[in-house]
């Protein structure tokens, strides 16, 4: 992967020219088991790669080739974490939003503007902010931070699979699959699931059934 001289169109660069600008954005939101990783990058202004998008757009191969790409050319970048329990008391939102604001902490610069992937955030000391709905596939800052994001949680789900190995956490990275919920349903659950997710998927007369009282 180089470097080239132009951009995709459909990535800025920023929102706010000639300051440090951190993209932030998080992997890991409706799973059922693991963490919540979220990721906070500073790219250079004149930062381009032709192949940078929203990590779901991309395959593994080449978001692992991208992460190392961003980590060597960032000005700064941290990738942060909430756990099972935090996201319990918290909800997944709020520890979304938390595991941000760590990320940011984390920096080795403190930005002196915020991007955003989504409707919803909370002040990070006094610097301003701005939410962008779908804005991984908008501004190259957050792709970054999603590329970091999602490529660190499936590290980590992979290595986590070693010691729980009926979940199948190596492929499905504790979203909610139809074979992940019937491990569940077999073997029950680990300290690494999310006690305040629906865990079980509901048998076909309760669906019917809730679908009746709701009509």
């Not at 409706?30 to 395959?59: I, R, W, Y």
Request: aromatic share 6%.
């Amino acid at each position: 992967m180089s470097r080239v001289a132009k951009s995709l169109p459909h990535l800025a660069s920023c929102m706010r020219a000639g300051c440090l600008e951190a993209g932030c954005d998080e992997a890991g939101r409706g799973c059922l088991a693991g963490p919540v990783f979220a990721a906070a990058v500073l790219l250079p202004e004149d930062f381009h790669c032709e192949t940078l998008n929203d990590s779901k757009q991309l395959t593994e191969k080449e978001r692992n080739s991208l992460r190392l790409m961003i980590e060597q050319e960032a000005l700064a970048f941290a990738v942060a974490t909430c756990s099972p329990e935090e996201i319990d008391r918290l909800n997944i939102l709020w520890a979304s939003v938390r595991a941000m604001h760590k990320a940011l902490a984390a920096l080795s610069l403190r930005p002196a503007h915020i991007l955003v992937d989504g409707n919803r955030f909370r002040p990070f000391e006094d610097i301003p902010y701005a939410c962008v709905v779908k804005g991984d596939g908008k501004y190259r800052s957050i792709a970054a931070a999603s590329v970091l994001a999602k490529t660190y949680r499936d590290e980590y789900m992979k290595n986590l699979a070693a010691e729980h190995p009926v979940y199948g956490w190596e492929k499905n990275k504790g979203y909610p699959t139809r074979s992940h919920r019937l491990a569940i349903q077999q073997y029950g659950i680990t300290v690494h699931h999310r006690k305040s997710f629906r865990l079980l998927e509901e048998p076909p007369d309760s669906i019917c059934n809730n679908s009746c009282e709701q009509n």
